[in-house]
C-alpha cells in the first residue's frame, strides 16, 4: 500500500542527546513536510522540502535539523539545543504545492 | 507571509445539529486552501480542499466549504453532525513556494 510510514511510534530519550525521527514514503512525492503539535498550538512547520536536496527553514526550525538525500526519505534530527522537544511530531508529503498532503501516523517524543 | 486564523479553539454541539467552524486565511499570493481533521493520536486526513472554480465545495462525510475571497475566509459547514465527527479539524493555506500553513485547530465534540 502507498503511504507515509514514521517511526517509532513512541520515543523516549534523555535530556541533552540527539535523535532523529523516521519518514518515508512511497508516494512519489517531490514534496515534504515535518510539523510539531501542542495541545493548543495546532501544527507548526518545522522545515519542508519541495524537491530532493533541497529543503527550506519553516516557523519554528531552531534545534531541528533535516536532510533529503534519496524522494522518499526526510529524517528529522531533534538535537539537543532544542529547549523543549517532547511533542507530537508528524511528517507529511505531498506531490506538489497545489494539491493534497498526506500525513503519518505521527511519533511522540518524550524527553525525560 | 501567509496566516490562518481559526477563530474558535473549541466548539460543542448537540447531534444532529448544524455547525460552523469558521477560518480566515491571509496571504500576499494566491493561495489553495484545505480542511483536514484528525482523530485522537492519529495523523491529518483530508476533508476537502478548494483550488479553483466553485466557490462551495463539497468534501467526504457530509462536510462543506464556502470560499469567499473578499472576505478570506474558508468555513467549513454540516447540516446535521453525529456523534462520530467529534474530531480536531485544521484549516490550512498552501501557496506557490510549497510552505503549507495550518492554524491552531477547532476541536469539535458532538454531545447526545
Known amino acids: 500500500d502507498g503511504g507515509i510510514t514514521q517511526s517509532p511510534k513512541y520515543l523516549f530519550r534523555k535530556e541533552g542527546q540527539n535523535v532523529t525521527l523516521s519518514c518515508e514514503q512511497n508516494l512519489n512525492h517531490d514534496a515534504m513536510y515535518w510539523y510539531r503539535q501542542d495541545p493548543g498550538q495546532g501544527l507548526r512547520l518545522i522545515y519542508y522540502s519541495q524537491i530532493v536536496n533541497d529543503f527550506q527553514k519553516g516557523d519554528i526550525a531552531e534545534g531541528y535539523s533535516v536532510s533529503r538525500e534519496k524522494k522518499e526519505s526526510f529524517p528529522l534530527t531533534v538535537t539537543s539545543a532544542q529547549k523543549n522537544p517532547t511533542a507530537f511530531y508528524l511528517c507529511?508529503?505531498?506531490?506538489?504545492?497545489?494539491?493534497?498532503?498526506?500525513f503519518g501516523q505521527g511519533t511522540r517524543l518524550t524527553v525525560v | 507571509a501567509q496566516s490562518v486564523t481559526q477563530l474558535d479553539s473549541q466548539v460543542p454541539v448537540f447531534e444532529e445539529a448544524p455547525v460552523e467552524l469558521r477560518c480566515n486565511y491571509s496571504?500576499?499570493?494566491?493561495?489553495?486552501l484545505f480542511w483536514y481533521v484528525q482523530y485522537p493520536n492519529q495523523g491529518l486526513q483530508l476533508l476537502l480542499k478548494?483550488?479553483?472554480?466553485?466557490?462551495l465545495v463539497k468534501g467526504i462525510n457530509g462536510f462543506e466549504a464556502e470560499f469567499n475571497k473578499s472576505q478570506t475566509s474558508f468555513h467549513l459547514r454540516k447540516p446535521s453532525v453525529h456523534i462520530s465527527d467529534t474530531a480536531e479539524y485544521f484549516c490550512?493555506?498552501?501557496?506557490?513556494?510549497?510552505?503549507?500553513?495550518f492554524g491552531k485547530g477547532t476541536l469539535l465534540t458532538v454531545n447526545p
Open positions: 478548494y483550488l479553483s472554480g466553485s466557490t
Open positions: 496571504s500576499s499570493v494566491s493561495v489553495y
Open positions: 490550512a493555506v498552501s501557496s506557490s513556494n510549497y510552505k503549507l500553513t
Open positions: 507529511a508529503s505531498s506531490r506538489a504545492w497545489n494539491t493534497e498532503a498526506f
